[in-house]
């Protein structure tokens, strides 16, 4: 595929065209600002208001386009990154499309351990890291069925003992019969980018890319907290609230009251809130953040 004449400066970003990671991918770039049209109906979008354009292709693809510079960046699963042993660098994992890629067979069939899958026959779209892991672990014996979909329907067509694949809830193993035995790897989407040499313009493209997505990253998982209390309880609230700075402290008409602003882990401020609560605070108010410098 060849690149465009402004190719020295445009950044072009891979991501899924369809499955479980693409909607969460699109959220993510329109919530850094952003804008592009319909993405559905297209395999490449240019992006209107930032110098990027996406290339939607098949998951299986993106570490290998990003890995030949097709791609500067790519957004991906690590699962199908690691599968791959693509040449590529990892800028970022984003905590989303979290999954682990298992090893699982019949709940209640001869396969209950790890030194069980010896002579097994095993279905999965993973063969390169189900072996590997196998052979880790002293495990050479094994037949890998390689199958692109259903893997988990394998064992009940008696087309393998087991499976490999990707488990996120459990539902799906369990609505086939199948038990969790052994994970294999822990995965996520990441930002990957090319090894590739890149031109100063690219270079402070992503440069700036980066931070527009650090920063919504880091507002999805903080919220603003404003409350009154005591002004003879702000030493104690200052312990308590897991602040990125220190707090805003601004006195109110009631000379022994003052309002307290902050940003909080959105995680931490159920923990916090009755110590709060206990210490005098009152009318605490929790707001959203759209995107966060810092």
Known sequence: MERTADSKTSLRIAIQKSGRLTDKTIELLKGIGLRFDDYKRN??????????????????????????GVCDLGFVGANVT??????????RGLDYGVCRLSLAAR??????????????????????????FLENNNIANTNIVTISGAVEIAPRLEVADAICDLVSTGNTL????????EVILESETQLIQTNKKLSPG?????????????????AERSRY???NAPESAVPKIKEIIPSLNSPTVMPLADDHMVAIHTVIPIDQFWIVMERLKEEGATGIVILPIESMIL
């Open 202 to 218: 690219k270079k402070k493209l992503i440069e700036k890319f980066l931070i527009r997505m650090d920063s919504h990253q880091q």
């Open 174 to 181: 369990k609505a086939n019969g199948l038990e969790e035995l």
């Open 107 to 132: 709940k209640d069939g001869d396969i209950q351990q790890l030194e069980d899958f010896e002579g097994k026959t095993i279905a999965t779209s993973y063969p390169r890291l189900t072996r590997r």
């Open 82 to 91: 690691a599968e791959t042993g693509a040449d590529v660098s990892v800028l």
């Open 225 to 227: 907290i404003m409350m």
């Open 43 to 68: 395999l490449m979008v240019k992006c209107r208001n930032f110098d990027v354009e996406l290339l939607l292709i098949r998951d299986d693809d993106i570490p290998e386009y990003v890995q030949d």
